[in-house]
């Protein structure tokens, strides 16, 4: 595990182009106010790509002290030469996230550093074994539930022990395609499995420590959001035929899965704990409903919903 000291200043490429580029501010549409994490320390797993990158960066506008971590350094680079351009702060550390003992030394390093995590986003994980299962690499599947579920449970395992000793802490898993509903056309035992893994974790995890008022464990379904390179490849689909490719209204900005993240890591989210909020859902941005929901048994693992 190596680490990178928080940035000073902006700087700009090699190529001199600025790398302010792919991820712009947007206003905010969460109606609760503007979020103040302020002070908070806060990790983010998978805060080199993607969702997680956009979690991170939204973390620090909101004033935490974000530390991001993954195994990809190029990827973590990036993350924080995006949030140098902005000024925020933002520092990482590669880690394998799926070994206890890198684990351990992650926390123990941003305790020194920073201080206790009060804020987990576990967002590391991703798709892989997509064959039909005759065909799958065994040692290929373990890994989809290691990097999406095990890496998971050894961070709330290490965040854990500070939480409950502060009597606070805030935690978000997340969930993903499968994990409630078949995926039809695609081979995802490994992913689905994992995700749903996910699910069932965070609601027994809630129920654990339901008597430390001050500790929140909820989780977040982002919904079909494609990576910069499934937009390539996306891209090119429709130019070669010459049709918008069928899933793209679907598709969500990495934003609209940080804005949902920031809510539920923010105080006016204190109401809920053990639920698990999609980004295709919107009842969460009315404080009304969410008081509501507060006082229901709505939106758990049984994923129960109100009548239309």
Known sequence: MSEQEYPDEATEREDGSSCATWLEPRPQRNPHGTADLSGKVALVTGGGWN????????????????????????????????A??????VRHLVCDLTIPSEVDRLFEDIERNEGRVEVLACLAGGFGAGQPLPETNPKEWLDVLLRNFYSTYLCCRAALPGMLAGKKGDILTCAGGGAFFPMVGVHATA????????????DQLYAEVLDVPGIRVNCMEPGLTWSPKDLERIKAEEEATGQPHPLRERNHDPEDGAELALFLLSPAARPLNGR?????????????????????????LRRTFEAE
């Open 51 to 82: 969702i997680g990158r956009a979690v991170a960066l939204k973390l620090a506008q909101a004033g935490a002290r974000v530390v991001i971590s993954s195994r990809n350094r190029t990827n973590l680079e990036e993350t924080v030469a995006f």
């Open 191 to 202: 992913y689905a499995s994992a995700k749903a893994a996910v699910c069932r974790f965070t």
């Open 84 to 89: 140098r351009e902005r000024r925020l702060r």
């Open 276 to 300: 698990i909020l999609s980004v295709d859902e919107d009842w969460w941005q009315d404080p009304e409903r969410v008081a509501y929901v507060a006082r229901t048994d709505l939106y758990r």
